[in-house]
C-alpha cells in the first residue's frame, strides 16, 4: 500500500545511548524518522527478579521493506541482551509516505 508507514518501537537505558541510536538508524537510511520520547518507566521480571527501570523509548517511521533490516539492525547493535523491539503497520498520510520511502532509499 502507498499509505503503509511501519512504526518500530524500542527502548534504551539513557538520552545519550536514545540520541546515537537515532542518528545511526538514520544515517543509514533505515528509518525516516525517530520520535524520542521523554523518560518511561518500565516494570518486568527479568530472570525471575522484579526489575524497575526509567527508559528512552523510541519510535522508528520506516516502509514495509526496510522494516525487517531495521530490527535485525536494532537487534544487533541493541545494548540490551533482549531488547524490545514491536512493530505494526498503520495508515499514513499519502504525502508522508512517500517522504518516508523517499528517506529510506538506499544511498
Known amino acids: 500500500m502507498v499509505d503503509t508507514v511501519i512504526l518500530v ?8 545511548a536514545a540520541a546515537g541510536f537515532s542518528r545511526e538508524a538514520l544515517d543509514t537510511k533505515l528509518a525516516a524518522c525517530v520520535t524520542q520520547f521523554a523518560p518511561v518507566h518500565s516494570r518486568y521480571f527479568w530472570q ?8 528512552i523509548a523510541l519510535l522508528f517511521k520506516t516502509t ?3 522494516a525487517p533490516k531495521l530490527k535485525e ?3 544487533r547493535h541493541h545494548p540490551y541482551q ?5 512493530s505494526w503497520p498503520t495508515s499514513a498520510h499519502p504525502a508522508y509516505a512517500q517522504w518516508v520511502a523517499a528517506q ?4
Open 48 to 55: 525471575g527478579k522484579f526489575e524497575e527501570t526509567e527508559e
Open 73 to 75: 539492525w536494532i537487534a
Open 9 to 16: 518501537l524500542t527502548t534504551l537505558p539513557s538520552t545519550e
Open 104 to 107: 529510506t532509499t538506499a544511498l
Open 64 to 66: 514495509v521493506e526496510m
Open 82 to 86: 533482549t531488547p524490545e523491539i514491536l
